[in-house]
């Protein structure tokens, strides 16, 4: 098994996590009196882990860090016991700013082409912010990225937590492209990315691949699992393929159907109960 640059928070080696640029020094002033307490019994209560990862501050593992260094406040006064829940109309701090506990969004756009994932491109190209811009109040992300050229199915959302379980290597999360190439893909060609390749960053092996058509070699279908950066591109970059269309119309049981290019929808229920059981 190929090695990854990333550790088990998703995050490349030797990043420094998120909670860290509150301050590393820890706080040994006077403290709230709340204490953990036992299950929750109240509709209005709520881990103060969740609460800052529901704000989109970062992930609860992170809001744990913050919470153990003196980061966080609850009514003006820090808390540092881990486990502590409060009520959803306390005012939360992280390092001194206020934080709302917002409601999750989760959106799925069909990218066109030539529309970056960049909130801000200074090279004002266009992004596909500008086409979700009226969806909702809230700040969200792409869970992973898209190049520019590439076009389908790309979820967006302000809940950290699934976002890094969806684009942790640690867990795999299943895409299928359809790739258009520039030349007729030969047999033998075919076979050996089937098989696996050796690329600068390891091997890479397809989990299925097939031709979309009997009539047409240069159209082919591939499931893989890696989230390795423009994986797809370069297999067949190895065999002197370039791809001038490539489509991802399936991600961690998402698919674009009856969702035109360009045009988003809200998750359903079922959707979002389903990416939070994936493992």
């Known amino acids: 098994m190929e090695k990854s640059n990333k550790g088990k928070d998703g995050k490349k080696r030797g990043e420094e996590p998120a909670y860290l640029k509150y301050g590393k020094k820890r706080y040994t002033g006077p403290k709230t009196n709340l204490k953990p307490t036992g299950e929750l019994k109240d509709e209005n209560s709520i881990r103060l882990n969740k609460y800052i990862a529901q704000s989109g501050v970062c992930t609860r593992r992170e809001a744990d860090k913050m919470i153990e260094i003196g980061a966080v406040s609850v009514n003006g006064k820090v808390v540092m016991e881990l486990g502590t829940k409060i009520n959803i109309n306390d005012k939360v701090q992280v390092a001194g700013e206020t934080i709302r506990n917002e409601k999750k969004v989760y959106l799925l756009l069909n990218k066109p082409k030539d529309f970056t994932c960049k909130m801000d491109d200074p090279n004002n190209k266009r992004s596909i912010y500008s086409l979700i811009k009226n969806a909702c109040k809230q700040q969200v992300f792409t869970v992973g ?131 939070k059981i994936l493992k």
């Open 145 to 275: 990225k898209l190049d520019r050229d590439v076009t389908g199915v790309l979820l967006i959302t302000n809940d950290t937590d699934l976002n890094l379980k969806l684009t942790s290597p640690k867990h795999d999360v299943k895409k299928i492209y359809q790739i258009t190439t520039d030349q007729p893909v030969s047999f033998q060609d075919f076979k050996a990315i089937q098989e696996g390749i050796r690329l600068e960053d390891g091997f890479v092996k397809p989990d299925e691949l097939a031709w979309a058509t009997k009539d047409n070699r240069s159209i082919l279908g591939m499931e893989i699992h890696t989230g390795k950066k423009q994986i797809v591109q370069r297999i067949f970059e190895h065999f002197n393929y370039k791809v001038v269309k490539l489509d991802r119309v399936y991600f961690a049981g998402l698919t674009k159907k009856n969702l035109k290019r360009g045009e988003y929808r809200f998750l359903t229920e079922q959707e979002i109960a389903m990416l």
